[in-house]
Nanobody
């Protein structure tokens, strides 16, 4: 049974940092691309960052140069380092897996049921 468990969210002031983690189980993690997605109230879920099984990455324009996605296949975990956070980054953040070898632009390639996500709130 596939499980995706996100953690690391919280309340942070503008300009602050957070590191999200996604612990995966139930599939061969190293064979899949992994993405971070977010959904703000009243908005559709959107891609934040993606990393292929080979380590190639792509980011939403809104987070480029502020967020960094990485993965540790030994720990079966994908991370999202978020720096210089802005109020518009406030959302529930989710991870999911895919079989895309190139650029991911949205959540249509996500394969598994969504986890509970982790809430990120950026506010003073």
């Amino acid at each position: 049974q596939v499980q995706l468990v996100e953690s690391g969210g919280g309340l942070v002031q503008p300009g602050g940092s957070l590191r999200l983690s996604c612990a995966a189980s139930g599939f061969t993690f190293s064979l899949y691309g992994m993405g971070w997605y977010r959904q703000a109230p009243g908005k559709e879920r959107e891609l934040v960052a993606h990393i292929t099984k080979f380590g190639g990455t792509n980011y939403a324009d809104s987070v480029k140069d502020r967020f960094t996605i990485s993965r540790d296949n030994a720990k079966i975990t994908v991370y999202l380092q978020m720096n210089s956070l802005k109020p518009e980054d406030t959302a529930v953040y989710y991870c999911n897996a895919d079989l895309v070898l190139g650029i991911v632009v949205d959540s249509t390639t996500a394969l598994f049921p969504w986890g509970q996500g982790t809430q990120v709130t950026v506010s003073s």
